[in-house]
């Protein structure tokens, strides 16, 4: 089972350009650099459910929980289509 450091490890650093913040939990969050709105819409068109962080004043970071290993392979997957739709 990949934990939440695993999953940021694949995407933080690569050529997506996600910014991540440290997490200890089963979660972490991320920015791809458009409003967190727009973020949790093109996850959600994919199936993918998402926690928007406006509320806690970083309006472009999303939250992702750390799921099931066809899950996590799922968002990586989603993650690298939207981020490439993005640019």
Excluded at 19 to 33: E, I
Aim: glycine share 6%.
């Amino acid at each position: 089972q990949k934990t939440a450091y695993d999953i940021s490890a694949c995407l933080v650093g690569s050529e997506m350009c996600i910014r991540d913040r440290p997490t200890q939990g089963n979660f972490f969050s991320f920015s791809l650099d458009t409003d967190s709105d727009e973020t949790f819409e093109a996850f959600l068109n994919k199936g993918i459910i998402l926690r928007s962080l406006k509320s806690y004043n970083m309006d472009r970071f999303v939250r992702v929980s750390i799921g099931q290993e066809f899950e996590n392979d799922s968002f990586i997957e989603a993650t690298k289509k939207i981020k490439g739709s993005i640019n």
